[in-house]
Structure formats: C-alpha cells, structure tokens
C-alpha cells in the first residue's frame, strides 16, 4: 500500500490552511499555493515539540524611548470621521543585529476612565497574518473601510469602548512589520515569534510607561491560539525568573483558536460532517483511516482520498463562515457601498488592501518608513517557512490556570476552519470539572452563545452566529463578551441581565 506522505494530507489542511486562515483575496490564495508547493517538496519538518521556556532568555534588550510616544502621535487618518480618543502607530526595533521592527497600532480607550482601564494586545493568526488588517480594520478596532478604499467609518462595538487597545504586526514579514534580514522570512516561528513579541512589549512599555504596571489582557484568533499563550508563558517565565512582575498580566483570551492538532484536525471534519457540508461515509472514512496523532508520519491512501474528497466538497464555500456569501467583485467602488458595522461585507480585505497601500495613509500611520520593497498584505506574501509549531498548547493553557491567570476560550459557531466542535475536544482533553453547567448567555434578550465554566478559572463561549473572525460577525455579542472577560464576570444566564 503506498503511503502519501503526512505533510500532504495533515498539514496542509491544518497548518497551511491556517497560513490564509484570515485572508479570502485571491492574492493569499496565491501566496498559500506557494507554501503548499513547498510542502509538496516532502523535505520540511516542522518541530512540533512542546513550548517551554529553554530558549527564552536569549537577552531581549530594551532600547532608550524618549520622545518616541509623542512622534507616533496620529493627527488623523486620512478619511476618519471625528473621534474623541487619540490614536498612535510606529515602529519599535525588536532585534537591532538583525535588523527586525515590529509596527504597532494603538487606540486609547474612548471613556473617562482610560487611565484605570486595562490594557489588551489583539494578536491575529495565520501564521502571517496581520492585526490592522483584521483586528483594527475589520473586527474590534473603531474604524472600518469604506468600499471606496479611502474613508472610514465608525464601528461603534470598538473593544476601546472596554479597554485601551494595541494592534500588533507579527511576526517580521507580517504587514508592516519588517526585517532588514531576509533570512528571517524562511527561519520563523513559534519560539522567535515569542522572543521577538515580549521584546516588543518590553520596549513598548518603555514608549508608553504608563501602562507598565496597569492590568494587561491578551487576546487573539485562530493561530494566534499560538501566539497567545506562548507570549504570556514568556511574560511568566521572565516575571518568575526575574522575581517580580515585569509585566503585570492577568489573562489570556483566544477564539476560534489553533489549540491541539490532533482535536483540532478530528473537530473540523466532525464538524462538516455535522453541518451537512461533508457525507457521514467521507467523515467516517477519515476518521477511520486518518492518523492526526502528533507522532504520525505518514497516512494511507484511504486517507488521501476522504480528505480530498472532503476538500473537493467544502472548496466552493466561505470555509471561515459557512453560510456567508463569497466576495464576488474585488473592485473598489467610486463611491462607498452602503454599510453598517452590524454585517460585513465578504471583500473589504479588498478595501483594506487599497486603504493601506495609500502612501497618504502610510504616511499618517507612520509605518513603511524604510520603503518597504513589496506591498501592504492582509496575510503575508513574504514568510515561506515555518519552522516550529507545537502540537499543543494545552499544557500552557494549565500552566496559566494554576499561575491564577485568567483564561477564557470562545468559539464563534458558524467558522468551519477552528470550529466549535474542535474546541469542544481540545476542552475536553483537560479534564476540568466544571463550575458552572452549559448555559445559554445572553443580550439583549437575545441568546448571545452558550457557556460553561470550569473550576480553575477557564470559561468556554460560544458565540451564536459568528464566523472565524467572531468581532467581525457578531460585534455587539463580541464587545459584550470582552467586556465580561475584563471584567471576570460570568456571561448573563438570563434575558433579565
Ligand atoms: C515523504 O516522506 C515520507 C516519510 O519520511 C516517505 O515515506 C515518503 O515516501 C516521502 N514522499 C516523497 C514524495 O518523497
Ligand atoms: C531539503 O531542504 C534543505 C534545506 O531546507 C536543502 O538544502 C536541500 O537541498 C533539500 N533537499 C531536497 C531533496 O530538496
Ligand atoms: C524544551 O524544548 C527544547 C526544544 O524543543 C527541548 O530540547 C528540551 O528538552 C525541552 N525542555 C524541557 C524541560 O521540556
Ligand atoms: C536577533 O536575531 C538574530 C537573527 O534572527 C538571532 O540570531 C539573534 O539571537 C537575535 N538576538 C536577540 C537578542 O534575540
Ligand atoms: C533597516 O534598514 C534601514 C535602511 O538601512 C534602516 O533605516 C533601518 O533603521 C533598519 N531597521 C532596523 C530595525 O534596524
Ligand atoms: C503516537 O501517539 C499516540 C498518542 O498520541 C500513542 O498512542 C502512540 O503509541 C504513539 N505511537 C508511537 C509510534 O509512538
Ligand atoms: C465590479 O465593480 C466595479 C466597480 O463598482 C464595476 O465597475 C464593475 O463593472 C464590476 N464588475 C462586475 C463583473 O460586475
Ligand atoms: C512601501 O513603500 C513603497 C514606496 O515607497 C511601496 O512601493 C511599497 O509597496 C510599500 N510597502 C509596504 C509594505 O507598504
Ligand atoms: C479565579 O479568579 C478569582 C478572581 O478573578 C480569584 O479570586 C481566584 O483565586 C481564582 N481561582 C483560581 C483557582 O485561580
Ligand atoms: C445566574 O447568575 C446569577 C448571577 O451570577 C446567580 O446569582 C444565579 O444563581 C444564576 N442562576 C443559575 C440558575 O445558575
């Protein structure tokens, strides 16, 4: 019996779908058909080892930021409506040998008690990625793009309504963010990602010392499941080595995230199969045949076949959210479409795409200032390889409860890519006894997503009705939701709340 190698069938579906696990242009699609040639070459192994923190304290330097803050001042971006709140974007140097600046993107919360108000990093996915593309432009940052590809619009469900809020590029190749060593592009990962994150958010914190020993939140989607935790056990690990708190996180929150390979692989078919995307035989032929172990090598031809059949079967579909329509006109439109922050419409990567390219707008975001020699891309066209990623992250996720960190998993139901059900398993594999029973929560008398809470500080939330990109498709329940995370309080169990 041939066997196909792994690469084919597991990563491809796993990690190289979560290389565009943000991105819809045909440009990332692109960018992705490259890396699966890559793959295809059967001559990449990925270290799926566990993160630990053997390799963390490689020296992240930090550097003199006098003056910095107020030159990363944004007057206002070109096509912003008026707002109350001010608004900074820059560079901080991350690595100086190498050559490596991260580009951050900042919002002040826009309430009168800013200054008492927790800090939140967003991390976006992929690997590759970018938060402004997603997080600030099309999820939880307060403006969107207009179909123009020029003006914005307000999102009045901003999480800077609950929190000040900080959009960054990750890693060097991702947007704006850039290495002036190209070799970084083929040597990332999981491990430089988190070195080279903390020196961020060392140096940041420098730029901006008032936040220093405010409450600090992280927060993230799909593959930043990895990025997240990984961050906050560098923060631990530095904060424990160092014997005090260098930074004073409290918790972690990830959604539709990249947890555990193995569930996360069995979830995803047990999801098409269940939403009727996939037939009951295909999903039982993969379940049968398919080894999502993280020591398996190779798989078998029955294999290959159910999961290209199951490829075949979900390709013609919106596969971060199943029932949404497909983008089916890129163009930029004279002038903008009607739009309202409650839906989203399937090509603003598009708008987005033009609105960051704009030399005016880069030049008010203060980012490209090295001259940047390909363009702004929501997901990476730059990062060929990966080099390290865990299989899991689980044994993090218990580290944080034990640390009485708080951390919270939610699930938007309506993403086919890191669905529900792969969360459900991922939960499931840590054998928390539970706190508070399934319940649905609440807003607005509406059922917002349905809850469980385990002993050890862990919620699990759905959120009814929302794709991959949950503040994207369901804004009010997502503000509601990190509202009650900053908070630490328990979702609504009734309409009465
Ligand atoms: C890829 O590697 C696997 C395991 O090392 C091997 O069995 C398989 O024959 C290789 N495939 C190709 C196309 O080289
Ligand atoms: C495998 O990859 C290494 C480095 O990534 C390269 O030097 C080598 O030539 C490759 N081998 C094959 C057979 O493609
Ligand atoms: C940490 O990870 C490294 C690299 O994967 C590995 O060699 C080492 O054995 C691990 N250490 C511990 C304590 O798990
Ligand atoms: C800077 O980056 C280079 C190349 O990626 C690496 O070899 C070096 O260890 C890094 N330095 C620090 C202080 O992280
Ligand atoms: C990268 O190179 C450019 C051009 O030499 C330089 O202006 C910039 O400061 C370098 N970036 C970093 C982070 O060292
Ligand atoms: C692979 O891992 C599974 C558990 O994940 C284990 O049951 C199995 O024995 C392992 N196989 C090998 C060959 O190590
Ligand atoms: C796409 O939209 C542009 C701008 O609105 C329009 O000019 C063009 O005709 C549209 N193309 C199709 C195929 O509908
Ligand atoms: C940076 O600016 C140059 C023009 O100076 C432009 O060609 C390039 O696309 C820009 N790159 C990014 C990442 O914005
Ligand atoms: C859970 O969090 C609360 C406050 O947020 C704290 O008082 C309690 O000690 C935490 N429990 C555990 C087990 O960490
Ligand atoms: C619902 O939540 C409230 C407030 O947290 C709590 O007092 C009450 O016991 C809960 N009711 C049920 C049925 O769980």
Redesign the pocket.
């Known amino acids: 019996m041939k066997k196909q190698p792994l690469i084919l069938f597991f990563s491809i579906l796993l990690i190289l779908s979560n290389f565009i696990s943000e991105s819809y242009g045909k440009k990332q699609i692109e960018g992705l058909s490259h890396l699966y040639k890559e793959k295809l070459k059967n001559n990449t192994s990925i270290d799926r080892s566990h993160f630990n923190g053997t390799h963390y304290f ?2 992240a ?1 930090i550097h003199a930021q006098e003056g910095m803050k107020e030159k990363d001042r944004i007057e206002r971006l070109p096509g912003q409506p008026q707002v109350k709140f001010k608004q900074y974007g820059g560079y901080v140097t991350v ?1 100086r ?2 050559g490596r600046a991260f580009y951050y993107y900042f919002v002040e919360a826009q309430h009168s008690e800013k200054s008492s108000l927790p800090l939140l990093l967003w991390l976006n996915g992929g690997p590759g990625c970018s938060s402004l593309a997603y997080g600030a432009m099309q999820e939880l940052g307060p403006f969107r793009v207009h179909s123009d590809g020029k003006t914005l619009y307000k999102n009045k469900f901003a999480w800077n309504n609950a929190a000040n809020v900080l959009f960054l590029e990750s890693p060097a190749g991702v947007g704006f963010s850039y290495s002036n ?1 190209t070799a ?1 592009f083929v040597t990332g990962g999981d491990r430089k990602t988190a ?1 080279d994150n903390y020196a961020f958010l060392l140096n940041w914190l420098e730029r901006f010392p008032e936040y220093k020993n405010r409450d600090f939140y992280i927060s993230g989607e799909s593959y930043a499941g990895h990025y997240v935790p990984q961050l906050a056990h560098t923060i631990l690990s530095h904060n424990k080595e160092a014997k005090k708190t260098i930074i004073n996180l409290k918790g972690i929150i990830i959604g539709n995230a990249v947890i555990n390979d193995e569930t996360d692989v069995k979830g995803m078919y047990e999801y098409f199969a269940s939403h009727a995307l996939i037939s009951d035989e295909t999903s039982f032929q993969i379940m049968k045949y398919c080894d999502f172990s993280p020591n398996a090598t190779t798989q078998s031809d029955e294999c290959g076949e159910a999961a290209s059949e199951a490829d075949r079967n979900i390709n013609h579909i919106d596969i971060y959210n199943i029932y949404a329509p497909l983008c089916s006109n890129s163009s930029i439109t004279e002038k903008p479409k009607k739009n309202s922050a409650m839906s989203t419409d399937p090509c603003s990567d598009y708008y987005v795409h033009a609105y960051l390219n704009r030399p005016e707008v880069q030049k008010a975001l203060h980012a490209n200032v090295t001259n940047i020699p390909y363009d702004w891309q929501p997901c990476s066209g730059v990062l060929k390889n990966w080099q390290d990623s865990s299989s899991t992250v689980i044994p993090l996720l218990k580290e944080f409860m034990a640390s009485g960190l708080r951390v919270w998993i939610f699930s938007g139901d309506t993403d086919g890519r890191i669905p529900v059900t792969s969360t459900k398993r991922s939960i499931k594999l840590m054998r928390l006894p539970i706190q508070t029973f399934w319940h649905p929560w609440y807003l607005g008398g509406e059922v917002g997503g349905y809850t469980q809470v385990y002993e050890g500080n862990l919620t699990f939330a759905t959120v009814r009705g929302a794709g991959h990109q949950v503040p994207s498709f369901q804004p009010a329940r997502a503000l509601s939701l990190i509202m009650h995370f900053l908070a630490g309080t328990e979702l609504p169990n009734s309409s009465r709340y």
Do not use: E, R
Request: glycine fraction near 12%; avoid cysteine.
């Open positions: 490689s020296g330097k690595n040998t190498a060593t970084d070195v």
